[in-house]
């Protein structure tokens, strides 16, 4: 997909290629074969559904992502829907798949509209985004966010997916077939752009792509006569530099803040500097005070003067603020006995300063006289990272006054150096020169310009110096050489050589962080209450690490703790494991194992899966085997509490493994155990060998029977025969003890009967409910692939009802909807129909008798006088039963059957479950069933009238019997 597309989503909800790609499917479907009425009138329909699409997708941003699916589909089953004027067809499988995905409420509301046959006021149920239909990261935005879209320059990752034009001649495709392969563009590829935006391609010419958003370099690329018969399609990845890569120009970012005229004036009552220098247009403020009390603003004229009243004139021009003071004050004193004056500056002139060089804005700038360099700089919108920043040169009268280093303000906060400026002062900024990057671990990563600095120490105090956690002891340097050619270095600041290093323009210093390992040290982790590291001491045990429980969480497996030790230069990994509640007991004992350097000791937690945490370790000694020295692992199945394949440690017996296997649980067989081996013959062959494993003996201590291991050995813990948790079935109402009882292997319902006191007087037999948990799962599959199959039949006859003539369609429509809500309302009972009665008086002959299961439930209610009758009458109602009355009598006193209803299909349901179909013959028609107490009669709809139905009959009747089944068990 590309980046514009991800862009206009965060706008509309889904992008405009998505509603594209279902409208280039309308053609395929108009395969009209020259009707030319057809094509009109399908013609119109498109046109219809595509205004409609267009007003929907006007507010679409008001709506879910998943909702947008939904509009969409809406508009494909539109344009098949018009296909169908000329050519009666099915949707394909993937138009299917799409609206098998929807949520059951907008499938309903997607065949109402198009049964309806318009999509324009289709309100859907909301629903959750689905996760991968809209990007997570676009779907975020709001409805005013908008991206702004990248462009490609060097170092940007693009994705290039490519693909033969289906209209591509294949004289083409046969010429550029080698290229286009060497290229490796075939597909989906990630390219970085180089140097300059240039993207290299092997077998072509470079292909310049600066500046390009992604749709732009698909063009670009397309347009290489090589490409001209792929589709092209660019991602820009928005992937965030790291490293050196990552490193910006220190001090640069100063300038960053877009910052007025008026905020980076002096103010007006800003404090005059003493050696502020008077000039033409500057104002004196002078207050008299003694003899003679009057104040008088003296401005200073063009020739630099000022003019005092009963003083005259006095040259001020080129003056500071501090000596023009004392002379106007000594004046005074000499000239107006008994008078004395106060001297202040009054408004000040502005002045024109010139800011060239690398700048963003150069050019002349007006400022206030009080501005100094570094107020100029903010007016021109700071320096270029081209610029540099410790060299700004201040020139007055064509002659070098003053140069800034910024860093001194930056750094340290120094504005001594920062100069006040005077009329036509010029400020130039000159290239940086020496620029050194410094990565990794220290305070402030960065390009940094070098002034003064020229060793490391010096360039390492201009980022803030190091982290705490740098290694002084291995800084790398890379420098290019005056031959062009790179070189790396490996420094020490530790010592004085290192320290001295001098760097050149160019140098790249990385510090790396101090290794991760902590020396001398044994770690902790698992199952305990202080993980971590501590302390490692020579002869140290593992009671000396685990000295008490209070270490330890509750349920802690003590019986196996394990230990991984690292061996040799290579630290190849070993595993050994410890009986810690052994080693506790007995801490003198060779329980109590050694520790060593590096030990890494994980306590597991009892009942809990340990096949995560040992996994990795397995990985490890899987990585470490060869042919010669095999993978170090054997498995435990079968009862026992942990089982799983575990690091086979030296010495390791089957002891050992039932150890690591948290030992046997309850329906572990303690007398024997079988033991699979793998081993290779003297043909180079693998051969199995089964040896029978004495496990008493083995319980026992017998160090013969207790087999040591090998690798891939797998031993199988039988389970006691016979044994299985305890079976439990309930009993509900007419019993004389109702309630939950545990049965045995075999025992039979009859026998459970007993147990419970046998039946009450007003028990009704017939009307029983047994249920089964296997039958009620096997129902709710039942019920979810008619579901589903409807759904299906109901898209297909919504679509064909939208040209098909008459009503019957229609009506179809309605009932077909109204069965698919019944079955979504249906809940499955796992009702086993059962002769209660046969059971009661064949006690333990299992052809009248049942074998209970666990989970069975057996009610049984009082006794029953009514008589359901439902379906397809007047007044869907229960009756009191009479004996001589019939199934049609009960019909005729719920008001009859309606038009829609099949006579010859009608059946009795008995109250224990079972199904009475009706009886008659050729020659004549008879009302032969008869009728019980508890029956329910049901009246079906006549599928035959409308064809489309024929197929749903049976799941009327399903649906029926699952409703008297509900009732039946809400009974109770």
């Known amino acids: 997909m590309k980046l514009t597309e991800l862009r206009r989503r965060s706008k509309a909800g889904f992008s405009p290629g998505a509603v594209s790609g279902f409208f280039r499917q309308v053609p395929g479907w108009l395969r009209f074969g020259g009707r030319s009425r057809n094509i009109l009138a399908a013609s119109r329909m498109v046109g219809s559904a595509v205004s409609r699409f267009d007003g929907i997708y006007s507010h679409v941003h008001t709506i879910s992502p998943v909702r947008n699916r939904i509009v969409l589909l809406a508009v494909a089953l539109f344009g098949m829907a018009v296909s169908m004027f000329a050519v009666a067809q099915s949707p394909t499988a993937e138009q299917m798949r799409m609206f098998q995905n929807l949520s059951p409420a907008q499938k309903q509301a997607l065949l109402e509209a198009l049964q309806s046959g318009s999509t324009q006021?289709?309100?859907?149920?909301?629903?959750?985004?689905?996760?991968?239909?809209?990007?997570?990261?676009?779907?975020?935005?709001?409805?005013?966010?908008?991206?702004?879209?990248?462009?490609?320059?060097?170092?940007?990752?693009?994705?290039?997916?490519?693909?033969?034009?289906?209209?591509?001649?294949?004289?083409?495709?046969?010429?550029?077939?080698?290229?286009?392969?060497?290229?490796?563009?075939?597909?989906?590829?990630?390219?970085?752009?180089?140097?300059?935006?240039?993207?290299?391609?092997?077998?072509?010419?470079?292909?310049?792509?600066?500046?390009?958003?992604?749709?732009?370099?698909?063009?670009?690329?397309?347009?290489?006569?090589?490409?001209?018969?792929?589709?092209?399609?660019?991602t820009i990845l928005p992937l965030m530099l790291t490293g050196a890569e990552a490193l910006e120009p220190f001090g640069y970012s100063l300038f960053d803040s877009e910052v007025d005229a008026f905020s980076i004036q002096p103010t007006p009552y800003a404090p005059v500097p003493r050696d502020y220098v008077i000039g033409p247009g500057d104002f004196l403020q002078v207050q008299f005070y003694g003899n003679e009390n009057y104040s008088v603003s003296l401005p200073v004229n063009q020739d630099g003067t000022i003019n005092f009243p009963k003083v005259g004139p006095r040259s001020v021009a080129g003056l500071t603020f501090d000596e023009v003071k004392q002379a106007i004050e000594e004046r005074i004193d000499t000239q107006l006995i008994g008078t004395e004056a106060a001297v202040t500056m009054g408004e000040l002139r502005s002045i024109r300063v010139f800011v060239v060089g690398d700048v963003k804005r150069p050019g002349a700038y007006t400022m206030s006289s009080l501005a100094r360099v570094t107020t100029a700089l903010f007016y021109s919108g700071g320096i270029t990272e081209i610029g540099s920043l410790r060299k700004i040169q201040l020139k007055r009268k064509d002659k070098l006054i003053h140069t800034l280093d910024l860093y001194d303000l930056l750094l340290r906060g120094n504005t001594s150096h920062d100069a006040q400026l005077r009329a036509d002062d010029v400020i130039f900024i000159p290239p940086a020169e020496s620029m050194v990057s410094v990565d990794g671990d220290v305070k402030r990563p960065a390009i940094y310009e070098l002034g003064n600095e020229r060793s490391i120490t010096e360039v390492l105090s201009l980022a803030g110096g190091l982290m705490p956690t740098a290694d002084k002891s291995s800084i790398r340097l890379e420098r290019i050489e005056a031959s062009g050619l790179r070189r790396v270095e490996t420094l020490n600041i530790n010592q004085p050589e290192g320290k001295a290093t001098r760097l050149q323009a160019g140098d790249l210093i990385s510090v790396f962080q101090v290794p991760e390992e902590v020396l001398d040290a044994v770690f902790l982790g698992g199952h305990v209450t202080r993980p971590g590291s501590y302390e490692w001491l020579p002869d140290m045990t593992i009671v000396d690490l685990i000295p008490a429980d209070t270490y330890l969480k509750p349920k802690a497996d003590l019986g196996y703790v394990l230990i991984r030790r690292e061996l040799g230069a290579d630290r190849q990994a070993q595993v050994l494991s410890a009986d810690l509640r052994a080693a506790l007991e007995a801490p003198a004992s060779e329980a109590n194992i050694k520790l060593v350097n590096r030990d890494r000791v994980t306590i597991f937690e009892l009942g809990i899966a340990r096949t995560g945490a040992i996994r990795t370790l397995l990985a490890e000694l899987e990585s470490q085997a060869t042919r010669d020295f095999p993978m170090q692992a054997v498995t435990i199945s079968g009862q026992v509490r942990a089982p799983g394949s575990y690091p086979l440690e030296p010495g390791m017996r089957l002891s050992d493994l039932i150890r690591a296997g948290s030992g046997l649980n309850a329906a572990a067989f303690g007398t024997q155990a079988e033991l699979t081996r793998y081993v290779i013959d003297a043909t180079g062959k693998r051969q199995t060998q089964l040896i029978d494993v004495d496990l008493s003996a083995v319980r026992g201590g017998d160090s013969d029977a207790d087999m040591l291991l090998a690798p891939y050995d797998y031993l199988n813990i039988k389970e006691v025969p016979a044994w299985e948790e305890q079976f439990e079935i309930e009993l509900v109402g007419q019993v004389r003890f109702p309630g939950v009882y545990p049965v045995r292997r075999g025992e039979t319902l009859s026998n459970v009967l007993k147990r419970a006191g046998g039946l009450t007087e007003q028990a009704f037999l017939q009307g029983s409910l047994f249920t089964r948990e296997s039958l009620q799962e096997r129902e709710a599959q039942q019920i979810e692939t008619l579901t589903n199959r409807l759904e299906t039949d109901l898209t297909t006859l919504a679509l064909q009802s939208t040209t098909a003539a008459g009503s019957n369609s229609q009506q179809a429509m309605g009932i077909g909807q109204s069965l698919l809500q019944q079955l979504r309302d249906s809940k499955p009972t796992g009702r086993l129909v059962i002769n209660l009665e046969s059971v009661v008086d064949h006690p333990g002959n299992l052809d009248y008798d049942i074998v209970v299961r666990d989970g069975d439930k057996l009610m049984i209610p009082d006794l029953s006088q009514e008589i359901m009758v439902l379906g397809e009458v007047q007044y869907a109602t229960s009756h009191l039963y009479g004996p001589g009355l019939t199934r049609t009598g009960y019909i005729d006193l719920s008001g009859g059957t309606t038009s829609n209803a099949d006579k010859k299909r009608i059946y009795v349901v008995r109250a224990n479950g079972a199904v009475v179909a009706n009886e008659s013959s050729r020659w004549y028609r008879r009302d032969r069933v008869q009728m019980q107490p508890g029956d329910t009669i049901v009246v079906p709809p006549d599928t035959d009238r409308m064809p489309k139905l024929a197929q749903w009959s049976s799941i009327t009747q399903i649906i029926f019997n699952l409703a008297v089944a509900v009732a039946a068990v809400n009974s109770f």
């Open 121 to 234: 006021d289709l309100t859907l149920p909301p629903e959750e985004p689905s996760e991968g239909f809209l990007n997570p990261a676009v779907n975020a935005l709001g409805e005013e966010d908008e991206l702004e879209e990248l462009r490609a320059e060097g170092g940007v990752t693009i994705v290039v997916t490519t693909q033969f034009k289906e209209d591509a001649a294949s004289s083409d495709i046969t010429e550029f077939m080698t290229d286009i392969y060497r290229s490796g563009l075939l597909g989906s590829h990630t390219l970085k752009i180089g140097p300059g935006g240039i993207l290299e391609i092997p077998g072509f010419a470079s292909v310049p792509l600066a500046g390009l958003s992604a749709d732009e370099i698909a063009i670009r690329l397309a347009s290489e006569p090589q490409l001209k018969m792929l589709d092209v399609e660019v």
